[in-house]
């Protein structure tokens, strides 16, 4: 049974864990492009004490798990980390987010580890411009990296796409037709004011899902796909005979925080019950203060800050109002 109901009635059944700040990408809209000042290692969760605290968040209701950063295949380990959470009875849904880099040699190994699926990142189909959003990034990697994805299996495949004004806009047409040859799940996303580069001008810089879902009906009849609020803050469609769908992540013109199942585990071990919020708990000093070897008074323990923060969470965010051109957050350290 559930035992995260908050205080406005939301279930809570689905925590992303971000299991590092590094990464090989230094994208435009998350993080500078030098001068990063990485969290010091001993300050990092250490995989024993993340598969700890999602055991304990499954028997409190938790049933997806959704493993990020930084660039979650940057760390060692991963793929048995996978393994680890895959024993945890109850836990339906393992699913990572990736820039899709290495997934050409580790796409098997986390499937045979039990991953469920993947979500990569993708903000370009031009070689060059994909270079300069991501700042070194291999398009032909990452698209060697989805060829992989798709070939052993980590269904169903969704592929990020952050929309810019002036800079990837003019790309959403070749994004729609991926998903008629191949059964790809286009999301585009609204970018939200956490870049370092981009914050300055982020007003003209900013495109609404709406804007380009317009342009889209216009050209293109798209079916509504029926899919439960669980499954995500995307609403859904399919051009007639498509392999693939189209969805249109609205995080900021029209937010969908009523419906938020989540909570974040950052990996420096702050549980943060909204992206944009600073409200959090410390459950790594919770854990690491028990002087106990005591299983069940660990257990305990980390059930109350899961809790905690389950019962601080907002009532949603107001990012539209509250971000002006100065103001950001760092997504490279909570964790996409
Ligand atoms: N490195 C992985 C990747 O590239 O997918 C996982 C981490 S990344 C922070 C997770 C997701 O956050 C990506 O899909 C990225 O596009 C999204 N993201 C980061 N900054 C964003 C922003 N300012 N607005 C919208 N999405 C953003």
Redesign the pocket.
């Known amino acids: 049974m559930n035992k995260m109901i908050d205080n406005l009635g939301r279930k809570i059944s689905y925590i992303r864990v ?1 299991v590092t700040d590094r ?1 090989n ?1 230094r ?1 435009i ?2 993080r500078p492009e030098d001068q990063f000042e990485f969290i010091p290692h001993q300050e990092i969760l250490r995989y024993e004490e993340i598969a700890e605290i999602v055991e304990e968040a499954v028997k409190l209701g938790i049933t997806k798990v959704r493993i ?6 940057v760390r060692e380990g991963i793929a048995d980390f996978i393994r680890q959470l895959r024993k945890i009875n109850k836990l339906e849904d393992i699913s990572l ?4 880099f290495f997934l050409p040699e580790y796409a098997k190994k986390l499937k045979d580890a039990g991953l469920t699926r993947v ?3 993708l ?1 370009s189909l031009q070689e060059e411009k994909y270079n300069r959003i991501t700042r070194g990034g291999s398009l032909e990697k990452t698209l060697k990296g989805i060829d992989s994805a798709l070939k052993v299996g980590l269904l169903p495949i969704k592929i ?3 929309l810019i004004r002036g800079i990837n806009d003019d790309e959403v047409e070749d994004f729609v037709r991926l998903t008629l040859r191949r059964p790809l799940n286009i999301r585009f ?7 370092e580069e ?1 914050k300055d001008n982020y007003r003209d810089k900013f495109i609404s899902i709406l804007e380009i879902k317009e342009k889209l009906i216009k050209k293109y009849l798209l079916d509504p796909i029926k899919i439960s609020t669980e499954n995500g803050p995307a609403k859904y469609y399919r051009i007639k005979g498509g392999q693939g769908t189209i969805g249109f992540i609205t ?1 900021l013109s029209q937010h969908f925080c009523k419906n938020c199942n989540r909570i974040r585990l950052t990996s420096e071990g702050k549980l943060r019950p909204c992206l944009f919020s600073n409200k959090e708990v410390d459950i790594k000093q919770a854990i690491r203060n028990v002087k106990t070897e005591d299983k069940i008074i660990k257990s305990k323990i980390i059930r109350n800050s899961i809790k905690k923060a389950v019962s601080i969470k907002p009532e949603g965010h107001k990012l539209n109002e509250k971000f002006s051109n100065r103001d ?1 957050f760092k ?2 350290k909570i ?2």
């Open positions: 971000s990464c990408y994208c809209y998350c990020t950063g930084g660039e979650p295949l987010t990736t820039n899709g979500n990569i990142s903000d990020n796409t952050v996303i609204e970018f939200m004011p956490s870049g981009l995080a950001s997504m490279s964790g996409g």
